[in-house]
């Protein structure tokens, strides 16, 4: 399907993922080892904040991550604190840029790797759900994109865990409305800009692979004689769909059923249960 990775700490440039590690978000778009496809061509995202504020800065495109010069360009030449990038599969829907993740609403960011299923029988609910001063901002026809407009309508921007448990509780209700058989999959990062929180979870309790980065200063103790290790950030922190590298200390698997919160301090898990809507929006 899809593979992402979000980071957050210490400005450095985006290259620094994207590009530059052993098995890079680029090397996912051609060798992927976790995904449920190998190769994943069908477009590429970034989105990034600058310590400046305002609205976070895109870039997308429909061609393949690996063969794009603009895009090795400019993660060479933009830093950030925070960033998302992601490498597209379409599972049904148009390659187009419309459908490129991460998709942006004012300061808030959301990607998406997974799927609704048989998600044209069930679009209709699902879009009838959506507030109506959001509409206009629908510009694809993916499933990612309506669910990040209904964690919105939910109330993402005020309380984003329970927005993000209401959207999963949402589409699972009508996905068995219309019979549908394990409706949702996903692994899903959102970001105000302060904060990213990412979701593992799926109807069948078989969930896309997401990964946490090692905290820098337990991952230093181990490995004093790693010079890469040594460089990192006491802040920085990593959230990938499948490592960056070998070193198998530097990554935690995302139990099933998880959501996470990475900010400054430790990073925070808790279970996460999707929860039904008391009414139909």
């Not at 400046?52 to 360009?73: F, H, Q, V």
């Not at 209700?173 to 949702?184: S, T, Y």
Request: net charge negative; proline share 6%; glycine share 8%.
């Amino acid at each position: 399907m899809c593979r992402w990775l979000a980071y957050y700490g210490d400005t450095i440039p985006i290259e620094a993922l994207v590009l530059l590690p052993q098995h890079s978000l680029i090397d996912q778009s051609l060798h992927s080892r976790e995904g449920a496809t190998t190769t994943n061509g069908d477009g590429f995202g970034i989105g990034w904040y600058d310590e400046l504020g305002g609205l976070p800065g895109l870039y997308k495109s429909i061609r393949p991550a690996w063969n794009d010069r603009n895009l090795r360009e400019l993660a060479a030449h933009i830093s950030a604190p925070l960033f998302f990038a992601h490498i597209r599969t379409s599972t049904g829907t148009a390659v187009q840029e419309t459908n490129t993740h991460p998709f942006r609403h004012g300061r808030w960011l959301f990607m998406h790797n997974g799927l609704v299923r048989e998600f044209p029988c069930v679009r209709r609910d699902l879009l009838l759900a959506i507030d109506s001063e959001l509409i206009p901002e629908l510009e694809g026809s993916t499933d990612s994109e309506v669910l990040f407009l209904l964690a919105l309508t939910f109330g993402l921007e005020d309380a984003p865990l329970t927005a993000l448990a209401l959207m999963a509780g949402f589409v699972e209700e009508v996905g068995e409305r219309h019979g549908v058989e394990h409706p949702l999959q996903m692994a899903v990062a959102t970001t105000d800009g302060e904060q990213i929180i990412a979701v593992r979870y799926s109807s069948e309790g078989q969930s896309r692979s997401l990964y946490f980065s090692t905290g820098a200063l337990a991952l230093k103790a181990q490995h004093p004689n790693i010079e890469e290790v040594q460089g990192l950030s006491d802040e920085a922190h990593a959230i990938v769909s499948e490592p960056l590298g070998d070193l198998v200390e530097a990554w935690k698997c995302v139990p099933e059923s998880s959501i996470g919160i990475v900010k400054p301090g430790p990073d925070e898990f808790y279970e996460f249960t999707p929860r039904r809507p008391q009414r139909r929006r």
